[in-house]
């Protein structure tokens, strides 16, 4: 009996205030949107305009491995516009440090599509932002459904990291039809560590060591140059399109948070 008379005196109470706030039931505030910020921290408060038609971006809604998070962008400048894209960086909002990479597009690089992997820590928008030639910059984003990536233990033990770091591997695929783009990967053996993992040995975090920096020459002019942070993934792999211009080489280089340095060159596949 007391224990229904608790129960009705405390559903008079919230009655109560529900009538003194106009009847209704006080709303639980939205979550905090940090993009706003992050953009003009990022982009030094420089405006940022609708992307669409501009760059499109590609996440699953829910992914299957948060610390391996496929992301694809494509620029889609309508044809005529004599703009070219320079720059796109990608923004991961709700993850530790924000800016999951930066992609300097090489000015003869015919650079259409970029894809990558990439760690999500929590339920998060993702944006990517173009910077044209003229010096504006668009935004597009999408949102994923993920969580603890950043702080994933490593899938390889530290031994067999060690063991194969820096190695590159490098690849070029068949165009689909003469006029389609030539297509291209790059792969770094790295463990990539964000700094957040936690050693399951001795449970002390593992201190940051990731690939910081990726350039792809085709002879002597750049294709890609990749400014990475703590949200690509292990073993950073980026895919992309790029125009052939005769060149019999690719080389590639890459530089880590411990300076070290890694260069490897590979014939072009001319037939393909």
Not at 14 to 22: K, Q, R, S, V
Not at 95 to 110: D, E, H
Not at 140 to 158: D, F, I, L, Q
Request: net charge negative; glycine share 8%.
């Amino acid at each position: 009996m007391m224990i229904a008379l608790g129960l009705l005196r405390s559903a008079t109470v919230a009655f109560a205030l529900a009538l003194g706030t106009g009847g209704t039931w006080a709303a639980a505030p939205e979550p905090l949107d940090p993009w706003p910020e992050l953009a003009r921290d990022i982009f030094n408060g420089r405006p940022l305009a609708d992307g669409a038609g501009i760059l499109a971006i590609e996440m699953p809604r829910r992914a299957e491995d948060a610390a391996v998070v496929p992301v694809t962008l494509r620029t889609t400048l309508p044809q005529g516009d004599t703009r070219s894209v320079k720059t796109i960086t990608l923004v991961i909002d709700m993850n530790p440090a924000p800016v999951a990479a930066t992609f300097q597009l090489g000015p003869r690089s015919g650079v259409s599509e970029i894809s990558t992997r990439v760690r999500v820590d929590t339920y998060t928008n993702v944006h990517a932002v173009a910077e044209l030639s003229d010096g504006s910059l668009h935004a597009v984003a999408t949102y994923v459904k993920a969580s603890g990536g950043c702080s994933a233990p490593a899938a390889k033990n530290p031994l067999e990291a060690k063991a194969s770091l820096g190695q590159m591997r490098f690849r070029q695929f068949a165009a689909a039809a003469s006029s389609s783009p030539r297509e291209a990967q790059v792969m770094v053996r790295h463990p990539n560590n964000s700094g957040l993992q936690m050693d399951q040995v001795t449970r002390l975090y593992v201190p940051l060591f990731i690939v910081r920096e990726i350039k792809v020459w085709q002879g002597d002019d750049l294709v890609l140059a990749v400014e990475g942070g703590i949200s690509l993934s292990e073993d950073p792999n980026i895919r992309f399109t790029y125009r052939p211009n005769g060149a019999a080489t690719f080389r590639t280089e890459a530089v880590d948070t411990n300076g070290e340095v890694f260069r490897s060159e590979w014939p072009t596949e001319t037939a393909m």
